[in-house]
Nanobody, 119 residues
């Protein structure tokens, strides 16, 4: 099965930047859709960004123009570049890989990485 490992979280000042990485085992980039989700305390987990196996992307309205999702097929890695960070971006960020199969879906989650935006 696929194993996902996130890295790059930490503490940053408002207006600053962070780059999150999600490294996947196996050769998953050619067939899996890759997502970044986030969950703040007391809040529901929400989709932040998505990139398909073909490279098309979608973003939550709250991060459009500030965040960029990308993938490197040779490295089996997906990235989330976060610029102009705001306190409301504070959350645990999770990587997800998924693809449809006959009769169901393959679905994998990383362990999460904490992002805190504060002065």
């Amino acid at each position: 099965q696929v194993q996902l490992v996130e890295s790059g979280g930490g503490l940053v000042q408002p207006g600053g930047s962070l780059r999150l990485s999600c490294a996947a085992s196996g050769s998953i980039a050619s067939i899996y859709t890759m997502d970044w989700y986030r969950q703040a305390p007391g809040e529901q987990r929400e989709l932040v960004a998505r990139i398909s196996s073909g490279g098309s992307t979608i973003y939550a309205d709250s991060v459009k123009g500030r965040f960029t999702i990308s993938r490197d097929n040779a490295k089996n890695t997906v990235y989330l570049q976060m610029n102009t960070l705001k306190p409301e971006d504070t959350a645990v960020y999770y990587c997800r890989a998924h693809r449809a199969v006959a009769g169901g879906e393959y679905n994998y989650w990383g362990q999460g990485t904490q992002v805190t935006v504060s002065s």
